[in-house]
């Protein structure tokens, strides 16, 4: 089964399917889609995604504060967060992490947040996605300090292999999004080739990062076929195969998502 493991249903431009999500599920089921991850970035949007999870049988939710979504001078309270985490249909925590590229001097917000998240995962037993960008070290830092002992993954994966080494030895699953097919991106298919076929996750990041040949458009959740199959031919493998197993890796790391991968 193929997944789209990280959208932002919530954010899509829907002007294709003429405003309407239905229409864009459809289309991406009509592309052999059979679940979706939709993720929550803030408190103002965990209700959008919970409804969309209670609305969709094959959409489940996360709930967490992005990097680049705290609030000014204040990390969410922790109260909130695991509240928010008992809802059935949240099965993973974040999108949390780290972000220096675009805030650097929010460094120590960012990490006060990020521990927060880290706390909540060893509270539930959820895993954990984790957005890393300009903060190598200290993300790293971080989850070794937190010792999770459920897995997590780095999502929309853009680092070096010596980083994702460093994530799959914590136990962490790296996912791939469009940016993989970008034509400047041949370090990045590096490590596309060498992470082990049973830690590999596929996502669209939509509305963002539309992969080739949607380059330069609204990114969809119908386009992460075009992830999965660039993503087989770059691994030597058959799409069925590409999807079947990161069908099967979703399923692993997300075990309280609505996944029946025989159905």
Known sequence: MLIDSHCHLDRLDLGAHNGSLDAAL?????????????IGVSADNAGAVKQMAERYSDVDCSV??????????AAPAMDWLLSELEHPNVVAIGETGLDYHYEPEAA???QASFRLHLQAAQTTG?????????ARADTLTLLREAALPQAGVLHCFTEDWDMAKAALDLGFYISLSGIVTFRNAEALREVARQVPADRLLVETD?????PVPHRGK???PEYVRDVAEYLAVLRGVSYETL????GANFKRLFPLARVNLHG
């Open 206 to 210: 939509s509305p963002y990062l539309a």
């Open 64 to 73: 967490g504060v992005h990097p680049l979504d705290l609030e000014p001078g």
């Open 218 to 220: 609204p990114n969809l």
């Open 126 to 134: 959820k895993p954990v996605i984790v957005h890393t960008r300009g």
């Open 26 to 38: 459809d289309a991406a089921r009509a592309r052999g889609v059979g679940h979706f991850l939709c």
């Open 108 to 110: 120590e917000l960012q």
């Open 243 to 246: 999807a079947e197993q990161t």
